[in-house]
C-alpha cells in the first residue's frame, strides 16, 4: 500500500517558520522525485517546490529564498522548510512523488499525500 503521509502545518504569525514533513512507504523512494504542492481555497494548485532523486532543487518564484526543500532518503522523508512566511502562503499543502524518467506520463501521476494546511496569520 503506497501512503504519502503530511505532517507539520499548523498556525503562524507572519514572518514565523514552520517546517512541513512527508513520510513515505510502498515506494522505491529513492528513485522518486518529490515535490510540494499548494492550493488556496478557490485558487489552483501551485507547485511550490521540486527535488530530483540526485538532490537538484527547484522553487516557484513565489517561494524562492524563503522556503528549502530537502529529503532524506534514510527516513524516506521530504521535507519542506518554510520560512518569513506571507499570509499568501496560506493553503493546503501537499507532497507528491513522481518518477522522473517517464516524463510528463510520471509528472502528472505518482503519488499524492492527503494534504496539510498551513495557516499565516495575525
Known amino acids: 500500500q503506497v501512503q504519502l503521509v503530511e505532517s507539520g502545518g499548523g498556525l503562524v504569525q507572519p514572518g514565523g517558520s514552520l517546517t512541513l514533513s512527508c513520510a513515505a512507504s510502498?515506494?522505491?523512494?529513492?528513485?522518486?522525485?518529490l515535490a510540494w504542492y499548494r492550493q488556496a481555497p478557490g485558487q489552483q494548485r501551485e507547485l511550490a517546490a521540486t527535488i530530483t532523486p540526485g538532490g537538484s532543487t527547484n522553487y516557484a518564484d513565489s517561494v524562492k529564498g524563503r522556503f528549502t526543500i530537502s529529503r532524506d532518503n534514510a527516513k524516506n522523508t521530504v521535507y519542506l522548510q518554510m520560512n518569513s512566511l506571507k499570509p499568501e502562503d496560506t493553503a493546503v499543502y501537499y507532497c507528491h512523488a513522481y518518477r522522473l524518467e517517464f516524463g510528463t506520463q510520471g509528472r502528472l501521476g505518482g503519488y499524492w499525500g492527503q494534504g496539510t494546511q498551513v495557516t499565516v496569520s495575525s
Open positions: 510502498g515506494i522505491m523512494f529513492s528513485i522518486n522525485a
